[in-house]
Nanobody
Framework: QVQLVESGGGLVQPGGSLRLSCAAS????????MRWYRQAPGKQRELVAS???????NLGDSVKGRFTIRRDNDKNTVYLQMSSLKPEDTAVYFC???????????????WGRGTQVTVSS
């Protein structure tokens, strides 16, 4: 089994910064795509950012220029650096990853439980 655990959320003022981390643990052979999603109250979950194992990134239009995503493959960890935060960034942020648990296993998708980010003065 694989666990994804997010950390780093909290309350921040508009214009502030936060860094989220997501550490994967368990029976892991390889992690392919790693992603951050967010879900605000009453809204659908949306993809915020993704990164391939090789480091190619993709960011949602609403966060381009303000957020960056990176990963540490040795630590099985993905980070989301968020800057110039706005109240509309308030949401629960979820980590998501495509993981191969053994050489014979298929790639499976896993989710973390989420971490709350609140942007408010």
């Amino acid at each position: 089994q694989v666990q994804l655990v997010e950390s780093g959320g909290g309350l921040v003022q508009p214009g502030g910064s936060l860094r989220l981390s997501c550490a994967a643990s368990g029976s892991i052979t390889s992690i392919y795509f790693m992603r951050w999603y967010r879900q605000a109250p009453g809204k659908q979950r949306e993809l915020v950012a993704s990164i391939t194992r090789g480091g190619t990134t993709n960011l949602g239009d609403s966060v381009k220029g303000r957020f960056t995503i990176r990963r540490d493959n040795d630590k099985n960890t993905v980070y989301l650096q968020m800057s110039s935060l706005k109240p509309e960034d308030t949401a629960v942020y979820f980590c998501n990853a495509d993981v191969k648990t053994s050489s014979l296993a298929a790639v499976s998708n896993y989710w973390g439980r989420g971490t709350q980010v609140t942007v408010s003065s």
